[in-house]
């Protein structure tokens, strides 16, 4: 479900009807197609720190956003250019509806209103039963926002941004935001592309 959701959300960023100007969707002010020796130092002087090469190239991070614990995965593609960023944002979890409320809001500010938002349970779970962290971890809720730009003109600037509650195995709860560039489509599509060959 969660490749579908994604699926959806680089299809509506990157597919959408241009017509007008342009909003930057960035991590941490990294630039688009920045190589490692260029993100590197950006990330470090905000208090990031490296630590490990994951797959694919990826880089990952630990630091803090709004004051919570973080990870993020600088994805390049196989010419080393950065095409998406995975951020995970780790509050305690009685903390988490509060700290999803209050990332939300600095992006709002930052990006101005989404273009999507979805707040929503399925029985026997509703908003402000006191139940809510139960039906996360049961998949019968969903916290979903998007921003991207639909006047995009320059569709190699197109890019957007995705923050979500997700269940991690053993059913911890993240927030993840998720910032994807045009070149993240061709990546996304090569690296399924090896999980099928199983290479």
Not at 3 to 21: H, Y
Not at 33 to 62: K, M, N
Request: aromatic share 10%.
């Amino acid at each position: 479900m969660r490749g579908k959701l994604l699926l959806l959300f680089t299809a509506a960023v990157l597919g959408a009807s241009p017509t007008g100007e342009a909003a930057a969707f960035r991590f941490a002010n990294l630039a688009w197609g920045a190589d490692r020796s260029e993100a590197h130092p950006i990330l470090t002087r905000q208090g990031w720190r490296f630590e490990r090469q994951a797959a694919h190239g990826d880089a990952v991070y630990s630091g803090t956003l709004q004051g919570y614990r973080a990870r993020a995965i600088l994805k390049y593609d196989p010419l080393g250019r950065l095409v998406a960023v995975d951020v995970r944002v780790l509050p305690a979890e009685a903390d988490l509806l509060g700290a999803y409320g209050a990332l939300r809001a600095a992006v709002i500010l930052r990006q101005g209103d989404p273009a999507y938002s979805l707040s929503s349970f399925r029985l026997p779970y509703r908003e402000g039963d006191g139940r809510e962290l139960e039906a996360l971890k049961r998949h019968h809720a969903v916290f979903d926002t998007v921003w991207y730009d639909p006047h995009e003109l320059n569709l190699e600037a197109r890019s957007g941004m995705q923050m979500e509650v997700v269940t991690t195995p053993f059913s911890r709860l993240e927030i993840r935001q998720f910032y994807l560039s045009n070149g993240w489509t061709e990546e996304y599509g090569r690296r399924a592309g090896l999980l099928e060959r199983g290479t």
